[in-house]
């Protein structure tokens, strides 16, 4: 499970659902040479971060692999931790956690039991949002798989049914 994992971080950074936030300036505050008056309202790009070259490589591409390095060294280019898909410090999204596993238990299920191919040529726009132009259409197939490979069928230690 920890490459599916990889698999989620990617998907987070580069289709996320939530594109930005907004915040209002509690003081006045500088970044690199501009002012933001306290009061302001500003808006926390994260899909800006995420798809920047100078934070991930290849920032426009799915890459799932760029996870692997513990040190996040190939992942991220920027000494700061730049990955917020849900958000950061005192706002950080309470539901975090059920939702990587959410997507991690919808994937798995997805690719243990489906195969799919796609039913037409797609390609991926990422302007206003990252998605794809058609929809990604497929053709979805069940797998054929012995039914004990997949959770259907007797548990070897009891013979009685399994529930799914």
């Known amino acids: 499970m920890a490459f599916t994992q990889c698999i989620v971080n990617e998907t987070l950074r580069l289709a996320n ?9 509690t003081t006045d505050i500088d970044i ?12 926390a790009s ?4 995420h798809l920047n070259a100078e934070h991930f490589k290849e920032a426009r591409t799915f890459n799932p692999w760029r996870w692997q390095n513990n040190d996040k060294s190939e992942a991220v280019a920027s000494p700061v931790n730049v990955f917020t898909p849900f958000g950061g410090g005192p706002r950080l999204c309470p539901g975090y956690e ?10 798995h299920r ?3 039991r489906f195969s799919w191919v796609p039913a037409e040529e797609d390609k991926v726009v990422f302007f206003p949002t990252t998605r794809t132009l058609k929809r990604y259409p497929i053709i979805l197939k069940r797998r054929e798989e012995t039914r004990s490979s997949i959770g259907i069928g007797n548990t ?9």
């Open 32 to 43: 690199k040479g501009y002012t933001i008056p306290k009061g302001w309202k500003v808006i």
């Open 156 to 164: 070897a230690d009891t013979g009685r049914q399994k529930d799914n």
């Open 110 to 112: 997805m690719v243990t």
């Open 46 to 49: 994260f899909r800006a971060v």
């Open 17 to 25: 659902i939530i594109g930005a936030v907004f915040r209002r300036a």
């Open 98 to 107: 059920l939702a990587r596993v959410v997507l991690s238990v919808f994937l």
